[in-house]
C-alpha cells in the first residue's frame, strides 16, 4: 500500500485544535487558510511537518466539511495521478464518492468507506509542488496511491 499524505479532522474550533495538538504531541502548524469553494467559506490548516501530515478543517453548515456536527476524524488523503481512476476503483471496491471538488475546479474527491466511518481522500498529484511550498517547504515528493 502507498502511503498516505495526511489524515484530517473536522474541528469546530480550529484554533483550540491547533493549540492541544501543540500542548499534547508536539505538533507545529503553518498557520491557518481561509479558503472557499463553490458556496462554501472554510478554514484549514496543516502541520508543518509530516507525512503523515495533520489536517484540521473548520468548515460551516451543510458543507462537506460541517464542523456544526462536532469533531471528529474526517478523512485520510491520498495522492494519486489520476482522480478520475482512482475514484472508479474506489467506486468498485465499494467506497462510493461522498463529494467532489472537480465540478468546482480542485481535482479530488472524497469516497465514503462506511465500514471504518471515514472517507478516503484522492488528491491530484498535480497540486503537490503547491502543497508543499504552502504547508512543508523544502519536503521530498510524496508517492502517488497509483504509483
Not at 42 to 65: D, N
Request: proline residues 8%.
Amino acid at each position: 500500500m502507498t502511503a498516505f499524505y495526511h489524515v484530517c479532522f473536522v474541528v469546530p474550533d480550529i484554533e483550540l485544535a491547533m493549540k492541544d495538538l501543540t500542548g499534547t504531541v508536539g505538533v507545529e502548524w503553518s498557520g491557518i487558510l481561509d479558503d472557499k469553494i463553490g458556496p462554501w467559506d472554510y478554514r484549514v490548516a496543516f502541520s508543518r511537518t509530516g507525512p503523515p501530515h495533520f489536517e484540521l478543517i473548520q468548515g460551516p453548515a451543510g458543507s462537506p466539511w460541517d464542523s456544526t456536527l462536532g469533531a471528529r476524524c474526517d478523512h485520510i488523503g491520498f495522492w494519486t495521478r489520476s482522480v478520475e481512476e482512482s475514484s472508479q476503483r474506489l467506486i468498485e471496491h465499494g467506497a462510493p464518492t461522498d463529494f467532489s471538488g472537480c465540478p468546482y475546479g480542485r481535482p479530488y474527491s472524497y469516497h465514503r468507506v462506511g465500514s471504518v466511518g471515514i472517507r478516503l481522500e484522492m488528491m491530484d498529484v498535480s497540486r503537490q509542488p503547491g502543497f508543499l511550498d504552502r504547508w512543508d517547504p523544502g519536503a521530498e515528493a510524496m508517492p502517488a496511491f497509483d504509483a
